[in-house]
């Protein structure tokens, strides 16, 4: 699997319109207008944008899938569908911070926090294809979030999308969480209202 670095830069610029931004746990994020989702490479070289108007810049990468099994992978990778597609003109980006608690766990106790108990895989597996999502590593980067997750899906979705945070926020795993930005977004050439 190759790595994809990506940061994303909220600001005045970018094509996403950003509807708005709620701190779920924790502190929020500044309010800003614009979301630009950058390959982290572009930005080194100073071709992507200018970052001086920049409210607030996220990185993360994505990584080996820690806590998934073959079985999971596998269920995921027949269904799951590429971010980009035409018709998805509503997206999220979720970053989130778990707790020390967390993060003093074995890598097996989270998974069974995860899984087993809270069922995250199983119930995201519910609603695909129409929802794409992407997860970036962000706590290795020395981000203020441990994860970035990236959502896309088409308006016609977007009940389901909130019935899918939803059930997981309300999952033990949630418990853990001690941050959680939620940032809602529109793609550049939708028409106004078009978030669902």
């Known amino acids: 699997m190759s790595v994809i670095s990506t940061a994303f830069v909220a600001g005045a610029s970018g094509a996403w319109r950003i509807e708005h931004i709620t701190a779920v746990a924790g502190q929020g994020l500044a309010p800003a207008h614009r979301l630009a989702v950058v ?3 572009k930005l080194a070289e100073g071709a992507a944008m200018n970052q001086d108007s920049a ?10 899938q820690r806590y998934t099994t073959r079985q999971e992978l596998d269920a995921l990778a027949a269904v799951q569908q590429g971010l980009g597609r035409p018709q998805a003109r509503c997206a999220a980006l979720i970053p989130i911070r778990k707790s020390a608690a967390w993060w003093a766990l074995a890598q097996d106790e989270r998974r069974a926090i995860l899984e087993e108990q809270s069922h ?3 119930i995201g597996l519910e609603y695909l294809p129409p929802i794409a999502r992407r997860l970036y590593h962000a706590r ?12 896309e899906y088409a308006p016609a979705h977007a009940e389901a999308f909130e019935e899918l945070v939803a059930r997981l ?9 001690e941050r959680e930005v939620d940032i809602r977004l529109v793609h550049d050439d939708s028409p106004p209202g078009d978030a669902g």
């Open 140 to 151: 290795e980067l020395g981000q203020p979030f441990d994860f970035l997750t990236w959502f």
């Open 55 to 64: 409210q607030w810049r996220l990185d993360g990468a994505t990584g080996h």
């Open 169 to 177: 926020r309300q999952s033990a795993e949630w418990h853990f969480v």
């Open 120 to 122: 995250h895989i199983t």
């Open 39 to 41: 390959d982290t490479a």
